[in-house]
């Protein structure tokens, strides 16, 4: 438990003094995925005495293609903290991070607890446990990390890069809509607006996933919490004086990096 400590503490300070990327080596070498997901439980203690509690999961690495590219056959998630859950038109601070990212999601409300149980959660079922459905953007601090050269199980440890999230309004009627296909469309000032589609995230297996990695965990999600399911386009690595909005069936979410 001792080394699960030093791991964190180390991820966490590096955290706090916006350091460049480092794959943890030697004593602190992260060694596989269970020490990984040890070490991301003890930093969100760590996280939570600064961020507030809990208030949301992500998901990340859902491409076959990133997978590959890290060693990993599965995607991982991370967490997200009361204090950094922001509102739509929220001003973001580019100084706060050594290298921001920004990604453009569903963040699917969970209407009840969702506790461990033996029976899979799939893409159907899932849908009986969203109370609602935003626009979101993700908020990314990367360290600027070379992506050819991470190491998955250090990137897990540092609680999977989550830096919080800006929430839009609830999506209207999505009840009535197909969740995996929506089109929305991403606005960047200056730069050609980029038309997608939800389903290029695949929310609701996306969701599935994340509550049968807890559930296989013995780790209830409260009611109340958001999972956001993966960006819809490619990250977007904003500077200072950007400004975007992500628009789903009409709900927009938008934030400024200053």
Request: with cysteine; proline share 3%.
């Amino acid at each position: 438990m001792a080394r699960i400590n030093d791991i964190s503490r180390k991820l966490f300070d590096d955290w706090y003094v916006k350091a460049q990327y480092e794959t943890l080596t030697g004593d602190l070498a992260v060694q596989d995925i269970g020490q990984a997901y040890a070490a991301q439980s003890a930093i969100q203690d760590l996280f939570s005495e600064r961020r507030g509690v809990i208030s949301g999961r992500k998901i990340a690495l859902t491409s076959a293609e990133m997978q590959k590219m890290c060693g990993i056959s599965q995607p991982i998630v991370g967490a997200f903290f009361a204090f950094d859950v922001l509102q739509t038109k929220a001003k973001v601070s580019a100084n706060k991070f050594h290298h921001l990212g920004l990604e453009f999601e569903l963040a699917l409300e969970l209407k009840e607890d969702v506790r461990p149980q033996s029976v899979l959660h799939d893409a159907e079922s899932v849908v009986n446990l969203i109370a609602a459905a935003r626009p979101a953007f993700e908020i990314i601090e990367d360290k600027g990390a070379d992506y050819s050269q991470l190491d998955v199980f250090t990137m897990i440890a540092d609680n999977a890069w989550c830096g919080g999230i800006v929430l839009g309004p609830i999506i209207e009627d999505w009840e009535e809509l197909d969740l995996c296909d929506i089109p929305s469309c991403v606005y960047q000032k200056g730069e050609p607006d980029q038309k997608t589609n939800t389903g290029a995230a695949d929310p609701l297996g996306s969701l599935a996933w994340v509550l049968n990695h807890f559930s296989e965990r013995g780790i209830t999600l409260s009611r109340g919490e958001h999972v956001i399911t993966g960006s819809a386009v490619k990250t977007r690595f904003p500077i200072v004086g950007d400004k975007f909005s992500y628009d789903v069936a009409g709900a927009i979410v938008d934030v400024e990096i200053v």
